[in-house]
């Protein structure tokens, strides 16, 4: 575990070097925060401060980012209750891991502790898994995992 977390680290670390070089190459603005069209040229950027910029644009590429989806009642205690985020750090795997919702990251961060030997299931409440996806797609998935010990509910 230690060697896969240093391993995404590396892999992030990089990631997040390469755009910072591509953006500084291409002579392209970065602005962090929450964004609103005011106009067609124009975009509100509020930052983390509270401070809000107005920009004016031609071209903008607009990277919102994600972030996990819970219920009431089940939010994130950062123990018991984790994220993809928390989930990307844990330095020891799980015996036994529920997935709440059967999107992409959660397959896949369960598919990797099911590998390394925990006994994963995965809840979903549409009919299917990644649901917002291409149906023959989310068929095809459920097989491979199904092969890989995940339990599918």
Do not use: W
């Amino acid at each position: 575990m230690k060697k896969m977390i240093e391993r995404k680290s590396s892999v992030v670390s990089q990631t997040c070097d390469g755009i910072k070089f591509l953006m500084d190459k291409n002579k392209i603005d970065v602005h962090y925060g929450v964004g609103s069209f005011v106009d067609k040229t124009h975009i509100k950027v509020t930052a983390a401060d509270g401070k809000e910029t107005i920009l004016e644009t031609k071209n903008s590429v607009i990277a919102t980012g994600s972030k996990p989806n819970y219920f009431p009642g089940m939010e994130p205690d950062k123990k018991r209750i984790i994220t993809s985020t928390e989930m990307l750090n844990l330095d020891v795997v799980a015996k036994n891991l529920i997935v709440i919702g059967g999107g992409v990251i959660g397959l896949e961060l369960g598919s990797v502790h099911a590998r390394l030997g925990a006994k994963v299931e995965v809840v979903e409440f549409a009919d299917s898994i990644i649901p917002t996806m291409d149906r023959s797609l989310g068929k095809e998935l459920t097989k491979v995992l199904k092969k890989k010990d995940l339990i599918l509910t």
